[in-house]
Structures are given as C-alpha cells and as structure tokens.
C-alpha cells in the first residue's frame, strides 16, 4: 500500500433494512443467539470501526464486535483479530452505533468476518431479507451462532445491516 491515504470512507455497506434479527437472550428462546456477517475486502485499508444499526434494544446491554479472519471457500471462521465492546441503551435504537476496531488491517481481496453478541439482555438488529436467487448482499452472507450449535449456519439471503469504515 503506497504511503498516501485516502479519507475515512465506507469500504463496505449493507443497507437495506426490511427485517429485525435478534441477538442474546431473547424471551422465549432457550438458547442465547449471537449473529455474524462475513465480507470481502473490496480494497487494502486500515479498519477504523464497524457500524450496526440496532431495530430495538431492549434495557441497558453490553454489546460486542469481534473480527475475524473468514474461510469462504470452507465456510470456517479463524481467530480473532480485534474486539470492541459498548454499551447500548433503548435510546440508542435507530441509530448507527459505531465499535472502534483502529488498529486492524484489512487485505484487498480477503474475507473477513464479525460477529454481534450481548449480554445480559438483547437487541434487535436491523438486516435484510431476500431470496436466495436475488440475495441482497452478494460478497458475504449473515450467520447465527447458538449454545447447541457453536459453529454456526450462513444463509445467503440474509445480511446484517453494517458499514466498515476505514482509512
């Protein structure tokens, strides 16, 4: 990467918003649920933050972003490379909500993944919905992560709504 850089921008969006995901410890599920999102690195750039847009926050809630390296050929997540971690209140629905991740460095042409969990209560996440033939996001996909199931399942017509920001 040359030494001249470009201004903070979005490298990455997703922004259609026509459903609600839910995430931690939502009443009447046995299960608390954390949600992921994998992307391609669209250029070679230094991650400042990532962005999600919360629906609905239900009381006050420590919400954390974890990044990750992403396998999309094998569908495997890697370690993580960096955390971030705020507190949410029901104020704080509708609006973006930015976790600083400064620090890392994103590779053009890679995939990377980051995952939403909450505790001790839960959010609702904005993300579209759209059909497997016409996914709304096309260069990742949205995951759930549950107690009985660590691992995971992507869909493809699903995707968190979020921006990476970087410089």
């Known amino acids: 990467m040359n030494n001249t850089r ?3 921008h979005n490298m990455t969006t997703q922004l259609t918003n026509n459903a609600t995901g839910w ?3 939502v009443p009447g599920n046995n299960e608390h649920l954390v949600k992921g999102q994998t992307f391609i690195a ?3 750039a230094d991650l400042v ?4 847009f919360p629906n609905m926050v239900a009381g006050e809630n420590n919400v954390s972003v974890t990044l990750y390296d992403f396998d999309p050929a094998n569908e495997q997540w890697g370690q993580p490379i960096h955390a971030a971690s705020r507190e949410l209140k029901k104020e704080d629905a509708g609006q973006w909500i930015s976790f600083d991740l400064s620090g890392s460095h994103l590779e053009k042409g890679k995939a990377y993944g980051f995952r939403l969990d909450t505790q001790p209560s839960y959010i609702g996440i904005a993300e579209a919905c759209s059909s497997s033939r016409q ?3 096309n260069s ?3 995951w759930l992560f549950t107690d009985s199931n660590p691992a995971g399942d992507a869909y493809s017509y699903l995707s968190l709504v979020f921006k990476i920001e970087v410089i």
């Not at 933050?49 to 999600?52: D, L, N, R």
């Open 6 to 8: 470009m201004p903070l």
């Open 135 to 137: 996914p709304v996001f």
């Open 23 to 25: 995430i931690g410890d």
């Open 49 to 52: 933050a990532v962005k999600i």
């Open 140 to 142: 990742g996909k949205e």
């Open 42 to 44: 669209g250029e070679e």
